[in-house]
């Protein structure tokens, strides 16, 4: 009985995703968008849409050509600031874009995956962050790189005492990704939902508006210590990134 | 009496119609069951090898195929190749999973000889020789016959499986260890049995033998 579930299993269900693509990164119906890139870096688009996941909680739908075309510039341009040796430490290999990105029913910008060396961006997220969600995912896949460098609890302690950060980044309404006026120690009320969110927010505002974050650290001490650490654990891997 | 009746002409031609027809109806069924037919016979002593060190010899059932193995590129999985070769390890690896027009790949020593295949756990087997470091070569192109050692998802977990490409798989390039290149008999590995569209095959073709060219 073992064996006959077995063979049904083998026969009726590999065949779904016998491509070459899904063999690498585990994900179907995508084609290659751009291969030969300066940082060895390769552009994946979504032909069909597609479930993966434990219980195929990530979905996303396939991308519209024309709008992945403009989207394109604007993620070419950022992920040229990455070389390849910076890319290879993080492990990140593909960027598979989509439309309409879910994780459990939440919608999100990006989904990164260092065990795949997969980052996937839904190229229709908000265009007022869009710059910086990229680099903001980026950081999450330096941290899973380099866990013991971005502690959370050590980053935590930068805090004051009082604060607390929720369970995890969904379970606050702690959402909003526009910087706050007065920052005391935190950039956005996303922020404040949990310490990896806190550091892939600093992270980003230094990719995409560095004189601007410079600027907040004079007058808050909290937020200087946290930006010096991201800085100083970021050079460790490469000098030039920030 | 029995009175003799002559055929006519337009039953005479439809008796030889008939005849013609049950004749090339049974031929025509033991010729395209044979798929072997149209497929050139490599014969070794009609070849010239520039590197005769570095050429292998994989019969399957359809004949021989040739293949060029690349140490320059990537001399500790040629090295290893070359080991299963002589070790006679590869002989009866089945070509259990056929992505059509894609791939094909064998080599799995401990799950996937033809006398013991073992679909439960087919593609975890070891050779019992360890497992390799990735040579990636960022220059080399996976075309069509490309060969390269098949690894888990993680790098640095080769060990004896390894695949044939059948067509210029482009993102294969970086990814995998490059080991040889098919010279001559690529015909022969496109006619190895496919799992229709499953990647599995049941019944799965096999390898005769694997030599290296023996140089007199």
Known sequence: ?242 | MIKVIKASKSEKILFIFLIVLTVSTFSSFFLLKNKCLFIDNNDLKNINFENPNNIAVMNLECGNVIIELYPEVSPKAVERFKTLIKKKMYDGSAFYKVVENTLVQAGDIEFGNIEYLDYSKIGSGKSGLGLLKSEISDDFEFTEGSIGFARSTKFDSEDSEFFITLKEIPIYQGEYTPVGKVKYGLDIIKKIKTGNKAIYVLRPDYIKTFRMLEIN
Do not use: W
Not at chain 1, 52 to 71: A, E, F, H, R, S
Not at chain 1, 132 to 139: A, D, S
């Open chain 1, 1 to 242: 009985m073992k064996i006959l579930f077995l063979f049904i299993l083998i026969f009726h269900i590999s065949h779904v995703n016998a491509d070459e693509i899904y063999n690498l990164i585990k994900i179907p119906n995508l084609e290659i968008y751009k291969l030969n890139n300066d940082n060895n870096i390769r552009y994946l688009n979504s032909k069909g849409d597609f479930k993966i996941g434990v219980d195929d909680n990530i979905t996303c739908n396939k991308t519209n050509q024309q709008n992945l075309n403009t989207k394109f510039q604007v993620i070419e341009r950022n992920i040229k600031r990455y070389n390849s040796k910076f890319l290879k430490k993080i492990n990140l290999k593909y960027i598979v874009f989509c439309e309409g990105l879910f994780i459990s029913n939440i919608n999100t910008g990006g989904i990164p995956d260092n065990k795949n060396r997969t980052l996937i961006l839904d190229i229709n997220f908000n265009e007022k962050y869009f710059e910086r969600m990229i680099h903001h995912e980026i950081f999450h896949m330096i941290q899973n790189a380099y866990k013991g460098d971005f502690n959370d609890q050590k980053f935590s302690l930068f805090n004051n005492s009082d604060f607390k950060y929720a369970e995890c980044s969904t379970c606050s309404d702690r959402l909003n990704l526009d910087l706050y006026e007065n920052t005391n120690g935190f950039l956005t009320e996303y922020s404040k939902s949990i310490p990896s969110e806190d550091m892939a927010e600093i992270f980003s505002f230094l990719m995409v508006n560095k004189n601007l974050i410079e600027e907040k650290i004079n007058t808050d001490p909290i937020l200087n210590n946290k930006v010096n650490f991201i800085k100083i654990n970021i050079s460790k891997i490469d000098e030039n990134i920030l």
